[in-house]
């Protein structure tokens, strides 16, 4: 499945890094611990966080992850949006709370 895909069934919306609607998507991950991520993720793992700053691209692109989903409507840095579109790593919005975005997309991937 694309990125532009899952921002289609989640209707999410997209921040910045729209180049990269079209990374492939392997799996998911889910922590808001920069640490756990760049330890833990895969490449192509979507990441599910509240984390809004300009490290989280930077982990993004070390990882060679597919996206970064921003859930409960947080709102990402200004560096961090440029980063994203840098990188070419979509940076999404959600109004759902994590539990709900990662059981969601856990469901499509999984269909």
């Known amino acids: 499945m694309k990125v532009k895909e899952l921002v289609e069934k989640l209707q999410l919306k997209v921040l910045s890094g729209e180049s990269g609607l079209d990374r492939e998507i392997e799996g998911c991950y889910v922590s808001d611990l920069l640490s756990d ?14 984390q809004t700053h300009k490290n989280v691209m930077a982990i993004a692109s070390l990882k060679e992850l597919a996206c970064v989903i921003l859930v409960k409507n947080q709102q990402a840095a ?10 070419g790593i979509p940076f999404l919005s959600t109004s759902m709370q994590t539990y709900e975005t990662v059981g969601k997309i856990y469901q499509i991937l999984n269909a």
């Open 37 to 50: 991520v760049m330890g833990n993720a895969e490449m192509g793992n979507v990441w599910v966080t509240l």
């Open 78 to 87: 200004e560096d961090t949006i440029e980063q994203s579109n840098e990188e």
